[in-house]
């Protein structure tokens, strides 16, 4: 038995087949191997870096930085300066206001300590980023604050 | 002067470095108090500083009056400092009294200039601050 009879007798395709398989499966293998070495020598050349970073997250120590701030609270002058700067804001008549313009309003209307209280307002979140470098009133919290007096 | 070295280590900008570019970073460090309202950066100007925020609260604002605000401890302020062409492109007013960790722009470019390994470690340190920055802004865009 000879040529095709004997390959098909002795199943030849199917081994065949499976030889060609392989073959590309090795080669697709080895080429992502190839494509991704750069990730893998960088791996392995910040791997103190990586280490830290892991131990930092199993920790939980490195996810946010410490907040200088103490937690504000509320007191009877920042209801009275949320008032305030409530009322500028919607002279502004602007939603989306910038810092720097209400800063210098609060200034040329003699609101006292301005970049104080300014800082409060953020902190309490009655000022809040839109994200874009400008801010806009929070009137929920605006409620919420002045229900509590 | 520097006083509590310990606190600067904790800093995230600088707790990659290795011990003797820790030393040479330090040595270019020294803190300021600010005041509240005080502008310590003003756009236009060279940019002579970077600063770390070791407390207080600030407030950054450019030109077209956009402006964000840092409140927390290993914040950056004044990378201009060492990016050509080395002008603030932004001031910075502290909201409330605080103490910043002040670097001298030029020295700590040549510093990392350099030192490839520790100008590598630092801007990527830089970048992965800001991107936070961006993130966290980005939480909080319009509703």
């Known amino acids: ?149 | 002067m520097v006083t509590n070295i310990e606190k600067i280590k904790s800093i995230n900008l600088f707790s990659n470095l290795k011990k003797e570019d820790m030393e040479q970073v330090i040595s270019l460090m020294e803190t300021n108090k600010v005041y509240e309202g005080e502008v310590f950066m003003q756009r236009g100007e060279p940019a002579l500083t970077f600063y770390v925020v070791l407390s207080g609260n600030y407030m950054i604002h450019f030109a077209e009056e956009q402006s964000f605000t840092l409140h927390n401890q290993g914040d950056i302020i004044g990378w201009s400092s060492i990016i050509t062409p080395f002008f603030n492109t932004a001031t910075g007013t502290a909201l409330t009294d605080g103490e910043l960790l002040c670097l001298h722009g030029k020295k700590l470019y040549n510093l990392l200039k350099n030192n490839p390994d520790m100008h590598y470690i630092f801007m990527k340190k830089i970048n992965k601050i800001i991107a936070e920055k961006m993130a966290y802004a980005k939480d909080n865009e319009k509703i």
């Not at chain 1, 293998?29 to 991704?36: F, K, P, T, V, Y």
């Not at chain 1, 009877?76 to 313009?101: C, G, H, V, W």
């Not at chain 1, 301005?114 to 307002?121: D, G, I, K, S, V």
């Open chain 1, 1 to 149: 038995m000879y040529g095709f009879e004997a390959i098909n007798a002795n199943n030849g395709w199917e081994i065949s087949f499976l030889g060609i398989c392989i073959v590309f499966t090795g080669l697709v293998l080895l080429s992502l191997a190839i494509s991704q070495l750069h990730k893998i020598l960088d791996l392995w050349e910040n791997r103190d870096s990586y280490i830290q970073l892991l131990k930092d997250r199993f920790n939980k120590k490195n996810i946010p930085n410490e907040e200088t701030a103490p937690d504000i609270i509320v007191t009877d002058s920042t209801r009275e300066s949320a008032r305030q700067f409530n009322i500028l804001i919607k002279n502004m008549n602007e939603k989306y206001f910038p810092l720097p313009k209400l800063i210098k309003t609060a200034k040329s209307m003699g609101l006292m300590r301005p970049h104080f209280y300014l800082n409060q307002m953020l902190q309490i979140k009655l000022i809040i980023p839109d994200g874009s470098g400008f801010y806009y009133w929070e009137k929920n919290n605006h409620k919420k604050i002045m229900s509590k007096e």
